[in-house]
């Protein structure tokens, strides 16, 4: 028996710390990463590990047989399991990412009938948000729903659903009606075995290439009771649970990543054999050394008070409170993203200049800095910069407190 399955094999009270449970998985997962990466792979055999060890119901409440962690416990994970693939890692990230939606706004039937099922390892839920003339701007929708009866018809095309071809389970923006402007967004629930999904177009990208975004048509009817339309709307999911819940994930995981690729060059750089073609002697190379370290500090610093803040607004606040769309926590979570897509990536490329073309540059048997260059400079573009920096600029000009992080 594996350790992941002893681990498994007891109940839920006397497993291991999630932490040391993801530890436990890395080296399965940077095993399996490298043909991930060369076939552009959704990592199958990873997912399963992480089936196995209950991580999937991380955020899933332990009154539905999950962790109930907290959003710092899923940070630490996501950092872990980075180190292993952050391919893995950020299909991870965005499954938690839901499934933090869910527990949040979920009606109590869906919360009974699907938590549990994730909590078992049973359910990866895939989300679309994306859409063709949009992108992935979360606050509006150009796909309505229609009804028959007391069905949802739903048909969507979506030009990037990441794992879409292997989620169990779909959280997808709709606009409520046929008769609603775009801005008027709501969430559907759907198992696979309610939808068709059709990839429409491959994944052979640069980094990132086990998310295996693939872009798909998805269509099925549900019934009505499958509509996640809480109190607020959408916007309140948006501003309580889905952005600040995705931007800490994704930000631990390039954190992790960072980190590793940190802790690589450390190891090679105190090797006798490997170190002999540095100067460790030199002020310049200790200088370009530092200034790596520097980044990486910065940035698991605010992920930190980032990370601080938002428990904090979950201690003194409901999810539906309207606390959460204060121009602040907004302008502060989405510079989360922003800094820490552009820190991390810079991390791995200071430390690819620090070490050099050998152990940098070029693939090689002792650091993954040349992949992890690939993938974290999908980090920017992942719901893109830009557009944030364009709503941070607008939120700015509302704060007139300039209430600092």
């Not at 028959?148 to 030009?159: K, L, Q, S, T, Y």
């Amino acid at each position: 028996m594996s350790t992941v399955e002893e681990a498994v094999a007891i109940p839920l009270a006397q497993r291991l710390e999630p932490v040391a449970l993801a530890q436990r998985l890395v080296p399965v997962l940077a095993a399996n990463s490298v043909e991930v990466d060369e076939e552009a792979q959704f990592p199958v055999a990873s997912l399963a590990e992480l089936r196995r060890s209950g991580l999937m119901g991380l955020l899933v409440p332990r009154e539905y047989g999950g962790f109930g962690a907290s959003t710092r416990t899923m940070a630490q994970v996501a950092q872990v399991l980075a180190a292993g693939c952050p391919s893995t890692a950020m299909i991870w990230a965005m499954h938690c990412q839901q499934v933090a939606v869910l527990a949040d706004h979920a009606p109590e039937d869906i919360k009974r009938d699907v938590l549990p099922r994730i909590a078992a390892g049973e359910v990866f839920v895939a989300s679309v948000t994306t859409e063709r003339g949009k992108g992935g701007h979360l606050q509006t929708s150009y796909s309505p729903l229609r009804y028959e009866g007391d069905e949802a018809i739903v048909h969507r095309e979506a030009p990037v659903v990441t794992g879409g071809a292997y989620g169990d389970g779909f959280l997808i923006t709709m606009c409520r009606d046929e008769q609603s402007p775009p801005s008027e967004v709501v969430l559907v629930w759907a198992d696979r075995p309610q939808l068709e999904v059709k990839v429409r177009s491959g994944w052979n990208p640069l980094g990132m290439r086990g998310t295996h975004s693939v872009g798909a048509t998805i269509t099925g009817r549900v019934p009505r009771s499958q509509i996640i339309d809480p109190p607020g709307g959408f916007i309140q999911v948006a501003v309580s649970s889905m952005v600040p819940v995705g931007h800490i994930a994704w930000a631990a995981c390039w954190t992790g990543a960072a980190a590793s690729a940190f802790r690589q060059a450390v190891a090679l750089l105190r090797d006798p054999v490997k170190r002999k073609g540095y100067d460790l002697q030199s002020d310049l190379f200790l200088e370009r050394l530092a200034q790596a370290r520097l980044s990486l500090d910065t940035l698991s610093a605010y992920l930190n008070a980032s990370i601080d803040e938002y428990e904090e607004m979950r201690r003194l606040h409901a999810p539906d409170d309207p606390a959460f769309a204060a121009p602040a926590w907004n302008i502060h979570i989405n510079s989360l993203k922003l800094f820490a897509s552009e820190t991390a990536f810079k991390v791995i490329d200071q430390l690819i200049h620090v070490l050099g073309l050998r152990f940098g540059y070029l693939r090689n048997d002792s650091t993954t800095l040349e992949r992890l260059f690939r993938d974290l400079r999908s980090a920017s573009l992942m719901y893109a910069n830009d557009r944030l920096l364009v709503a941070n600029g607008k939120l700015a000009l509302l704060d007139t407190e300039v209430t600092l992080l």
